[in-house]
């Protein structure tokens, strides 16, 4: 064996991350799992509430393939929950919640109407982010 080959076979695998940061392009894709471990789902981008910085939004496709029939659907952030056995966020919603969810269009102007919001909180029986 040459030295160069027995120095490749002592060079470690790369260990995961022990930091508890991401950068938020990292997340753009990953993959969302039912409790089961089935696929439901892939992160599309994240909504930051802007004065403090906080991610207090996901929003996700679900459905279709190949993104083809998807929808997309705004999730309060506390409804994901990271598996670092998955590579993915858990989430408990169902299909039925789904369908009857409140529907936000990602215009920059929905956000401004704090009624809208407080509709998705309900909807997900999650405390509005305003109020922590």
């Not at 027995?6 to 260990?15: D, K």
């Not at 929905?110 to 919001?117: G, Q, V």
Request: charged share 25%; no cysteine; hydrophobic share 30%.
């Amino acid at each position: 064996m040459t030295q160069a080959a027995e120095t490749a076979n002592q060079i470690p695998e790369p260990a995961p991350p022990t930091h508890p940061l991401i950068e938020s392009n990292r997340i753009e894709g990953t993959p969302v799992y039912s409790p089961q471990g089935k696929h439901v789902g892939t992160i599309h981008h994240l909504i930051i509430e802007k004065v403090s910085g906080r991610v207090v939004y996901a929003v996700m496709s679900f459905g279709g393939f190949l993104g083809i029939g998807s929808h997309e659907h705004t999730i309060p952030w506390e409804k994901l929950k990271y598996d670092t056995q998955l590579g993915g966020f858990r989430t408990d919603i169902t299909p039925e919640e789904l369908t009857e969810a409140p529907v936000v269009s990602g215009d920059e102007r929905d956000w401004r109407d704090r009624r809208r919001e407080q509709d998705l909180h309900d909807h997900w029986k999650v405390p509005p982010y305003w109020g922590w």
